[in-house]
């Protein structure tokens, strides 16, 4: 079993930047595909980003595509979420989540092919 902290979150002004972490909790960090999924206050947890074990290969929805990046550092067990020309709808709980085995462009977007969830953080863009 894997934990997963997030840090990084806080309050930035809309165009701004953040970059978050997720720190695993053990050394085979590399046995899984990481997610980033966000969730703003009355709205459902959507999907964001997903990065394959190896760092290979990425994958944005539409909104963030081009404004944010996702890596990983397998060395540190750590991955990581650069956000970019931050603005008000980006404002959500983020969090960051572990899963295994092969996931399609479609089943990576579910919330439930992820085994392993952060306690996730907060994330205000102000106006």
């Known amino acids: 079993q894997v934990q997963l902290v997030e840090s990084g979150g806080g309050l930035v002004q809309a165009g701004g930047s953040l970059r978050l972490s997720c720190a695993a909790s053990?050394?085979?960090?590399?046995?899984?595909?990481i997610g980033w999924f966000r969730q703003a206050p009355g709205k459902e947890r959507e999907f964001v980003t997903r990065?394959?074990?190896?760092?290979?290969?990425?994958y944005y929805a539409d909104s963030v595509k081009g404004r944010f990046t996702i890596s990983r550092d397998n060395a540190k067990n750590t991955a990581y979420l650069q956000m970019n020309s931050l603005n008000s709808e980006d404002t959500a709980v983020y969090y960051c989540?572990?899963?295994?085995?092969?996931?399609?462009?479609?089943?990576?977007?579910?919330?439930?092919?992820?085994?392993?969830w952060g306690q996730g953080t907060q994330v205000t863009v102000s106006s």
């Open positions: 990065i394959s074990k190896s760092g290979g290969s990425t």
């Open positions: 053990e050394r085979s960090f590399t046995n899984y595909g």
């Open positions: 989540a572990a899963h295994s085995g092969v996931v399609t462009p479609q089943t990576m977007r579910s919330q439930y092919v992820y085994a392993y």
